[in-house]
């Protein structure tokens, strides 16, 4: 017997009202905050540059999507919270996100035209944006858009250059590496030991909340391996613009190889590295971390203790270099912790505010990659080739600068100024509104009972104004 699914629901409420609900509201979406994204996007001008950074060859005559229309579609859709290729399907047919990316045929569009997709690219069309190859690109009949990695590389730094109205006395670039799991037969799977998993291995480098490098890699290699040569482009063109700034590395034990100090040394580029515990670095520091247990023992709670020394590896390192200890001791007992520096440190008193200040503010970063990966879903890397997974990755980094855009711009002063991206997307942008096309406007009716009310109308002035 066939079931025929009701078109409406109905259900008796406390209030004794009966309740019916059909989906025969009309034009109507559930992302007006993506009003936010557009301007952040006009202020900085991203996807314009972006675009910049794609050859098309396809004949301008027979196209009904430009590619900065497509990768605003892309990019407002990761940070509306749309993942998947398949989900623009669906958002092709909304007038507002239409409207927002530029889609000038959609102000005479009718109902029926606007259903069948008119206004945006489906996702085939979008598909292509990942999988075209820049060498073949002019030569193949269906994905004739290419992207140059270089020219991305050079606008995630000039993003961020941009943000200065002047130059900064001091900055610091933090180097993180990653597991990316990969449940499929993707180019480059290997399997990583330490995260247990098939996955790749992506390396990012922040300046605070400035996203400077997204580069995908395989997991058979060392976590440090290409740092080098990302960090060498980054300080020439931050150097280029801001030749006398104090730049530091900051970096977890992964990254404490001395071919990396020793081009930081050469460079004059200054380093916090951590420095991974080993037996002669606990003897060295033995007599600490027995003041700390006796110290421990006395007051009944944790102490932490610092002291520093020149230091040297007996085969890996080419030189002395200053080290600061942290000798810790609580009831679970020693946890002696340990970076390498190039910065000045004269007393103990420096030794504390270099460790606590200045390399565990790293931690920071971790938020940003989890911002990235998750929130923004830089682990979509579902693609056969590591080529088209890259440029997702791009994708979703250029989805991370509108909202940290909004965060910097617009929040400061805000209860929301240290807000992370879900927490941005589902108060500002997840907002309800009714949709009115005419001839000549789209008219955005949101909803008086939106409780960020307030504080979108002030981001959308600072955005506007500022």
Not at 390 to 396: A, E, N, T
Request: proline share 3%; with cysteine.
């Amino acid at each position: 017997m066939t079931e025929c699914i009701p078109d409406e629901i109905r259900f008796r409420a406390p209030s004794r009202h009966e309740l019916v609900a059909r989906f025969d509201g009309g034009d109507m979406t559930s992302d007006a905050g993506c009003l936010l994204l557009r301007a952040a996007d006009d202020r900085l001008s991203l996807t314009q540059r972006f675009a910049n950074c794609f050859t098309d060859h396809r004949d301008p005559s027979r196209i009904e999507h430009t590619v900065e229309e497509m990768l605003r579609q892309r990019v407002y859709g990761l940070a509306l919270g749309y993942e998947d290729l398949v989900d623009h399907d669906d958002l092709r047919r909304d007038p507002l996100l239409a409207s927002l990316v530029g889609k000038r045929d959609l102000k005479g569009a009718t109902r029926r035209e606007r259903e069948r997709g008119k206004g945006l690219a489906g996702s085939r069309t979008l598909n292509r944006l990942e999988l075209s190859v820049p060498e073949t690109a002019a030569a193949d009949r269906y994905r004739r858009i290419g992207l140059d990695p270089e020219a991305v590389d050079r606008l995630l730094i000039d993003t961020f250059l941009r943000a200065h109205k002047r130059a900064p006395r001091r900055i610091v670039l933090d180097l993180d590496a990653t597991d990316d799991p990969l449940h499929g037969q993707q180019e480059g799977r290997f399997f990583h030991a330490y995260y247990d998993c098939y996955c790749y291995l992506p390396l990012y480098i922040f300046c605070g909340q400035h996203l400077l490098c997204a580069r995908l890699r395989r997991s058979n290699i060392d976590g440090a391996a290409g740092s080098l040569e990302e960090l060498e482009r980054i300080v020439t063109q931050i150097r280029a613009r801001w030749p006398k700034v104090q730049i530091i590395v900051r970096g977890d034990s992964g990254f404490c190889r001395d071919w990396l100090m020793s081009w930081c040394e050469d460079e004059s580029v200054d380093y916090v590295l951590g420095v991974a515990r080993n037996a002669r670095l606990e003897e060295k520091v033995g007599p600490l971390l027995m003041h700390a247990e006796q110290l421990c023992e006395a007051r009944g709670r944790t102490v932490k203790l610092y002291t520093y020394f020149e230091w040297r590896t007996l085969e890996t390192w080419s030189r002395k270099r200053l080290v600061i200890a942290k000798g810790e001791h609580s009831q679970r007992g020693s946890n002696p912790r340990f970076i390498v520096t190039s910065l000045r440190c004269k007393s103990i008193k420096d030794a504390k505010r270099l460790y606590r200040r200045v390399y565990c503010a790293r931690g920071d970063m971790e938020n940003r990659i989890k911002e990235q990966q998750l929130y923004l879903f830089a682990d979509r890397t579902s693609a056969h080739t590591m080529r088209a997974n890259q440029v997702r990755l791009y994708l979703s980094s250029m989805a991370y600068l509108l909202i940290s855009a909004i965060r910097r711009l617009a929040l400061v002063g805000t209860d929301m100024a240290k807000a992370q991206c879900d927490t941005i997307r589902l108060r500002l942008l997840k907002i309800g509104a009714r949709l009115r096309v005419t001839a000549r406007r789209v008219w955005v009716h949101m909803a008086s009972s939106c409780p960020a009310a307030e504080i979108f109308m002030q981001a959308w002035h600072r955005l506007r104004t500022t």
